[in-house]
Each structure stands twice: as C-alpha cells, then as structure tokens.
C-alpha cells in the first residue's frame, strides 16, 4: 500500500502530479478566490483564502495521519498547477482505497488534463500498488463529474441518500461508482490509456 513518508511523482507528456505541500497556497489562491463555485457541490471545499488554507491544512493532516495522500496537478503545457486531487479512505486491510476530491481550473476542465490524470492515478493504484477496488463518489446533482467517472469506466454501485452536504450547507445524496482490478486489466486500462492520448 502506499508508502506516505514518500514524495511520488506520477507523470507524463501532458500532467505531473506531486505531492501538496503547504506552499502551494500561492497558486491555488487565484482559483480560490476567482473560481468558488468549483466547490458548490461539496462542502468543505477551498473557496476563498481562509477556506484555501484550511483545506490545504486538513488534508496534509489526513496524509500525516495516513489516511489520504494529496496531489498537486500540474499542466505541463503550461507549466502550471492547475487543480488538485487525492487518493483517501486507504485501506491496507480490505486493499482498496477511493480517488477523489478532484478539481481543476475552469480553463482546464473538459480538457485532457482530467483523463490523464485518472490514467496515472489509476495505473499507480492497480499497477503499482496493486489494489483490488478504487472507489469513487459525487452528489448525486453533479452531472457533470458523474459523467466524466463514467467516461473513464467507472461502474455506478448505488446512491447513498442524504449522505453529506454540499456546499451551501444542503444535504445532499452521493452516488458511488467504482473499478475493480479485473476490469482495469481488462478493459479500462487501454481504453483510457486511448482517451488520455487522443483528448484535446
């Protein structure tokens, strides 16, 4: 399982995703303060500063207390970080562990930015470490962020109703979906390896 006093670098001709660190507040702080509706459907999200640096805070916490491991996104054609995202729930007993929290500038959603990324995550988690099941969640109401899972081969499992709150403090129910190792091996594998290389 994964090895948290270990600093990984996934990446490839498009992305590179490293670990968050404490001083990447800088550059997250224009999509903070200019981009707050990017965390309407959950809450505890970074929407502005002081909600910047407590998010930054409690998920280097949660990677200290070995239970996440957050990732900057970086877009290599430009040079630039553009968005976050984390694996959590990291379960060493069951081998599983879930792939979320993600989130990218308005420019960079819709882009190949995001397939790349759940290539590399996804080929570290099966590949590497060897899981049996990444897990994935969103509100139910996020259309948009559901669509995408299932785009990369995400199997829907169920909806949780009246799970958590969103970002206006609402409750919300939160739909989970998943791969499994087989069907990484099988058949997801290749065919996003093809979307993430022939994505815009």
Not at 7 to 19: A, C, T
Not at 59 to 86: C, M, Q, W
Request: aromatic share 12%.
């Amino acid at each position: 399982m994964i090895d948290f006093e270990k600093d990984y670098i996934l990446e490839n001709e498009r992305v590179l995703l490293r670990p968050l660190k404490a001083e990447d507040f800088d550059a997250l702080l224009e999509y903070a303060t200019n981009e707050p509706e990017t965390w309407d459907f959950n809450a505890f999200g970074a929407s502005g500063g002081e909600n910047l640096k407590a998010y930054i805070t409690t998920a280097l916490t949660h990677r200290a207390g070995k239970t996440e491991y957050p990732f900057i996104v970086v877009d290599k054609t430009d040079n630039k970080i553009v968005g976050s995202t984390r694996f959590y729930m990291i379960n060493s007993i069951t081998n599983t562990l879930e792939l979320g929290y993600t989130w990218y500038g308005k420019k960079y959603r819709g882009t190949s930015i995001n397939k790349n990324c759940k290539y590399l995550l996804l080929e570290f988690a099966f590949d590497v470490l060897n899981v049996e099941r990444v897990g994935f969640r969103a509100n139910n109401l996020n259309k948009r962020s559901i669509n995408a899972m299932k785009s990369i081969g995400c199997v829907e499992e169920g909806v949780l109703r009246n799970r958590s709150i969103d970002g206006k403090g609402h409750r919300m129910d939160v739909i989970v979906l998943s791969i499994i190792k087989q069907e990484w091996f099988e058949s997801v594998k290749q065919t996003l390896f093809n979307l993430s290389t022939t994505s815009c």
